[in-house]
């Protein structure tokens, strides 16, 4: 069982930037893989950025390459999601997620376990 928990959601401008954290606890994870997905009022959850623990590989959606930046601090158990130039169509709950080592990053799908959601809010 792992335990995800995130922080760092809020309201800001457009052109701002967030930071989203997610913290980790529970049994042994170092070898999955770590996702950010968000929801969007009105629409289906979207894939944003993922990451593995174990080679820091990372892939992106298309809608946030060049903006938004994941990594991870091995020693804090902590998954980043820095979030730059953001744009109202941003605005969405975003979750933290884990799935097994070798799964695809953006299939929702593939993902055993969830935070509980924070709420990221770019106003016009």
């Known amino acids: 069982q792992v335990q995800l928990v995130e922080s760092g959601g809020g309201l800001v401008q457009a052109g701002g930037s967030l930071r989203l954290s997610c913290a980790a606890s529970g049994r042994t994870f170092k070898n999955d893989v770590m996702g950010w997905f968000r929801r969007a009022p009105g629409k289906e959850r979207e894939f944003v950025a993922g990451?593995?623990?174990?080679?820091?590989?990372?892939d992106y959606t298309d809608s946030v390459k060049g903006r938004f930046t994941i990594s991870r601090d091995n020693a804090k158990n902590t998954v980043y999601l820095q979030m730059n130039s953001l744009k109202p169509e941003d605005t969405a709950v975003y979750y933290c997620a884990g799935a097994p080592y070798g799964s695809s990053f953006p299939q929702a799908n593939k993902y055993n376990y969830w935070g509980q959601g924070t709420q990221v809010t770019v106003s016009s």
């Open positions: 990451i593995s623990w174990i080679s820091g590989i990372t």
